[in-house]
């Protein structure tokens, strides 16, 4: 079965250089998920199974920190692996991310080739 | 503290990290432009330990060609991708200015980007908040990243 990452960013421009970003990277994914925030993040995954998933932290309703914080107390979907991409590059919240379960994180702005190093062996 | 060179810096990587466009930072402006004419504004409040704004300004025509760039795709009109755009490049170039003023990620907050665009419009000036406005050229056109930030005691 194909790979299928989720992205969540309330920017759709975003959305769009993170998976241009993937695909210069040399990591194709067979399906790409979308979500506009930790909401819609979390009625996407009731219905997909994802194997990574790429989150903004500063988003509006509910934000990357809080949607990991939600994520973790889900059975079925805790276990999916978390990067988070962000502006957000202050160590205390990374702290806080990776303490709610984040596997990395990517400070935007990037390059394909930290994209690749970062995302890479979790795929 | 020099926020002119934190300018600089951050637009500059922005640009050539996430754009591959390079870019030339031009002598500050040292009057803010008031109105802005068929522009567009992308910009993101910062609370705190410094309260204030950064915002990037672009004509029409140059916000267009910048978002083809961001997007790789053709813009022909000021549509919600630009807009959206502006937000993020505003967003991405405060999160770099916030690194520069302080380690700690907590003591200054960022607000969610927005922008706003029009024939004639104007942006609210603080005068008792530091304020910089850099200039930048670009084969694109030319566009100015805007910092105003006051220091909360």
């Given at each position: 079965m194909g790979k299928k990452v989720l992205i969540i960013d309330d920017s759709s421009t975003m959305r769009k250089i993170v998976t241009r970003s993937l695909r210069q990277a040399g990591l194709d994914f067979d399906t790409i998920l979308e979500a506009g925030d930790g909401v819609e993040a979390l009625q996407v995954l009731q219905n997909e199974s994802v194997d990574i998933i790429l989150s903004d932290?500063?988003?509006?309703?509910?934000d990357g920190i809080e949607f990991l914080r939600q994520k973790a107390g889900i059975d079925a979907i805790k276990a999916i692996p978390v990067i988070m991409i962000t502006t957000e590059a202050g160590a205390d919240i990374l702290t806080e991310a990776k303490s709610l379960g984040a596997a990395g994180s990517i400070k935007k702005p990037f390059t394909p080739d930290q994209v690749s190093d970062i995302i890479g062996p979790l795929v | 503290m020099d926020w002119e060179q934190h300018v600089i810096d951050a637009t500059t990587e922005v640009f050539s990290t996430m754009l591959m466009m390079e870019v030339t930072p031009e002598l500050p402006r040292l009057e803010t432009i008031?109105?802005?004419?068929h522009s567009i504004t992308g910009m993101v409040g910062m609370a705190g330990q410094y309260k204030g704004m950064l915002a990037i300004h672009a004509c029409d025509q140059v916000a267009m060609a910048i978002t083809s760039n961001f997007l790789g795709l053709e813009v022909d009109s000021l549509n919600d991708d630009v807009k959206d755009a502006f937000g993020e490049l505003a967003n991405m170039l405060a999160g770099s200015i916030k690194a520069y003023l302080s380690?700690?990620?907590?003591?200054i907050q960022l607000s969610i980007p927005s922008a706003v665009c029009g024939q004639n419009y104007s942006i609210d000036f603080h005068p008792h908040r530091r304020s910089t406005m850099v200039p930048f050229t670009s084969a694109e056109g030319t566009f100015l990243v805007e910092l105003q930030l006051e220091h909360q005691s």
């Open positions: 932290i500063n988003m509006p309703n509910m | 008031e109105p802005f004419d380690d700690n990620s907590r003591d």
